[in-house]
């Protein structure tokens, strides 16, 4: 597997991560469409030419927002996930991140430091404050 990290601007990126761009499986579920922003950043996990999963990135005035997770079904509980994840926390740093995750990625959440604020619905709202030590 290897890792890459694009935004819209790179000419890989809508060869790669157009066709999951609010395409009907994916909105479903994940609840909403996933947009390519301009500013927005990705890691995404390939095999070859394929696709097996994505996340997202976008550095806000005080906190980079992460979002847009996704795994292709077949990749899933193989690790995939986690290692788009921990790529994605190096990429950014040492920085205050937020998140609105599903349950099924909760868990890496708390586990890499990040706390729960609040429930939004079926989905919950977590935040990493910037380690000053």
């Not at 790669?16 to 479903?28: D, T």
């Not at 609105?100 to 729960?116: I, R």
Request: glycine share 8%; hydrophobic share 35%; net charge positive.
């Amino acid at each position: 597997m290897q890792l890459i990290v694009i935004g819209n601007e790179d000419v890989r990126f809508y060869p790669l991560l157009g066709p999951f761009l609010s395409r009907r499986s994916v909105v479903k579920e994940l609840g909403y469409s996933v947009w390519d922003d301009d500013g927005k950043k990705w890691v995404v996990a390939l095999y070859g030419s394929l696709v097996l999963g994505f996340v997202g990135f976008v550095y806000k005035d005080s906190f980079v927002e992460l979002c847009s997770d996704w795994v292709q079904p077949d990749c899933r509980k193989r690790g995939t996930y986690q290692r788009l994840f921990n790529c994605r926390l190096e990429s950014i740093g040492n920085q205050n991140c937020k998140a609105t995750v599903t349950d099924m990625a909760l868990s890496v959440y708390l586990n890499s430091g990040f706390e729960s604020v609040r429930k939004n619905g079926r989905y919950t709202c977590v935040e990493r404050k910037q380690n000053d030590s």
